[in-house]
Nanobody, 114 residues
Framework: EPLVESGGGLVQPGGSLRLSCAAS????????MSWYRQAPGKEREFLAS???????HIADSVKDRFSISRDNAKNMLYLRMNSLKPEDTAVYLC?????????WGQGIQVTVSP
């Protein structure tokens, strides 16, 4: 698999998680990388992106709580999530894009519940 997410699970409201996305089989540093999420019955939602030049963009809906980073030496993408809320419960997906080539991870479940 080109992209494999990890670090999800069950967390209490107000807690934090760091999701990781391991990339393999392609030149990771060339790719713009992003995180999305999809909750049951809802459309896929963009959360954050980081360009090959390390410019980050965070969606307004989560910008005060989430941050994105990449480590090109390790072929890793991260999403740090703080002050988690029950409405953050979703499957979180890693995405990479370079020119016309795109990869999606299979996603990882994050559940925020007491």
């Amino acid at each position: 698999e080109p992209l494999v997410e990890s670090g999800g699970g069950l967390v209490q409201p107000g807690g934090s998680l760091r999701l990781s996305c391991a990339a393999s089989g392609f030149t990771f540093s060339w790719y713009a990388m992003s995180w999305y999420r999809q909750a049951p019955g809802k459309e896929r939602e963009f959360l954050a992106s980081v360009s090959m030049e390390d410019d980050a963009h965070i969606a307004d809906s989560v910008k005060d709580r989430f941050s994105i980073s990449r480590d090109n030496a390790k072929n890793m993408l991260y999403l740090r999530m703080n002050s988690l809320k029950p409405e953050d419960t979703a499957v979180y997906l890693c995405h990479g894009k370079w020119r016309q080539i795109e990869y999606w991870g299979q996603g990882i479940q994050v559940t925020v519940s007491p």
